[in-house]
Nanobody, 113 residues
Framework: QVQLVESGGGLVQAGGSLRLSCAAS????????MAWYRQAPEKQRELVAT???????NYADSVKGRFTISRDNAKNTVYLQMNSLKLEDTAVYYC???????WGQGTQVTVSS
């Protein structure tokens, strides 16, 4: 039973944009704070952004002003709009409820110079 499916990653030049999507099962999406995380090669997974069921958002300092998290509660989907991408944004991006759950397969984002 698939609960999380991330998509939208790819290869982009520095300064470019990507929009990630995460389709979730209603059982883990409804009413829960959702989050995007990322893991760069040889680094620990880090929290990138969170969004409550009511739309309140928080961001890591490293992405503040460049990334925007949003959600469509009717579609059980959370998004991450990434603008002004930097080389250091290269990572596998995962979504998941903020406080519980298993990891999906993630989506690779590669930023080139």
């Amino acid at each position: 039973q698939v609960q999380l499916v991330e998509s939208g990653g790819g290869l982009v030049q520095a300064g470019g944009s990507l929009r990630l999507s995460c389709a979730a099962s209603a059982s883990i999406f409804d009413g829960n704070v959702m989050a995007w995380y990322r893991q760069a090669p040889e680094k620990q997974r880090e929290l990138v952004a969170t969004i409550s069921s009511g739309g309140s958002t928080n961001y890591a300092d490293s992405v503040k002003g460049r990334f925007t998290i949003s959600r469509d509660n009717a579609k059980n989907t959370v998004y991450l709009q990434m603008n002004s991408l930097k080389l250091e944004d290269t990572a596998v991006y995962y979504c998941r409820p903020r406080y519980f759950g298993s990891w999906g397969q993630g989506t690779q984002v590669t930023v080139s110079s």
